[in-house]
């Protein structure tokens, strides 16, 4: 409630309000640079392993956590097999953050790693093909990805062919990206650490509006209701 409170969401609660169990995937982390395929497939396994612990450590399970001698796509349907088990009142929503930050650097020069990896019988696709089978069986009901670009995501096709780009959805922009407000309020919060540093530097409107401009390449509102109303 106090991460929230003002907030939209907190004001205006659905009725599935705390009514599910959260696993969290984090590939913000991982490392591409001089490895192999194999050696990035152990890496996001570890990952995944490290969101059903946090899961285990949220709830009191007892899922299985120990990655030797299984894939990431078998590891995560061992666990929603799991989760299943329990027979539990509430459903399960999978949030993954930066999904696509291994393959986008892949993808810089390296096309066919790229496919390998996200293609058939890519390690990435198999991983979201059973998301999407869970999903289907009704026991994932909420899925929320975030990442960089679509790319990835539609270079799995029938891996996770579910999903809806919404960063192009006004009703999210302000969620997305940084309102002209949240800017002012950045750059102040930086002037603040600058005089307690001691530090001469400050940063005042013109260097807020080089920043706005320098921004100008990424969907910004007004952009945003143009592509709406195509």
């Known amino acids: 409630n106090t991460l929230f409170k003002n907030t939209y969401v907190y004001n205006n609660p659905t009725r599935n309000k705390n009514n599910y169990y959260i696993l969290k995937f984090d590939f913000s982390g991982m490392k591409m ?13 570890r990952n995944v392993s490290d969101g059903i612990k946090k899961f285990n450590t949220d ?47 892949i993808l810089e020069g390296q096309g066919d790693r790229f496919k390998e990896i996200v293609g058939n019988e890519g390690f990435v696709k198999n991983f979201y093909a059973v998301i999407k089978k ?3 069986l009704g026991i994932v009901d909420r ?38 407000e949240e ?9 603040i650490e600058l005089e307690v540093l001691n530090l001469d530097t400050k940063i005042d409107d013109e260097i807020r509006e080089k920043f706005e401009k320098e921004q100008r390449d990424y969907i910004l509102k007004e952009k945003i209701n143009k592509l709406n109303n195509e």
């Open 33 to 45: 640079t001089g490895k192999e395929s194999i050696e990035l497939e152990e890496e996001f396994l």
């Open 59 to 105: 709830y009191g399970f007892s899922a299985r956590t120990n990655y030797d001698n299984i894939t990431p796509n078998g590891l995560l349907l061992e666990f929603l097999g799991y989760f299943n088990s329990l027979n539990l009142e509430h459903k399960l929503y999978i949030i993954i953050d930066e999904y696509d930050n291994f393959t986008n650097a």
């Open 134 to 136: 869970y999903c289907g």
């Open 143 to 180: 899925v929320f990805i975030t990442g960089i670009c679509p790319i990835t995501m539609d270079s799995m096709t029938t891996g996770f062919n579910i999903s809806e780009d919404i960063s192009r959805d006004i009703r999210f922009n302000s969620m997305i990206g940084l309102t002209h």
């Open 183 to 191: 800017v002012k309020y950045l750059i102040k919060d930086i002037n």
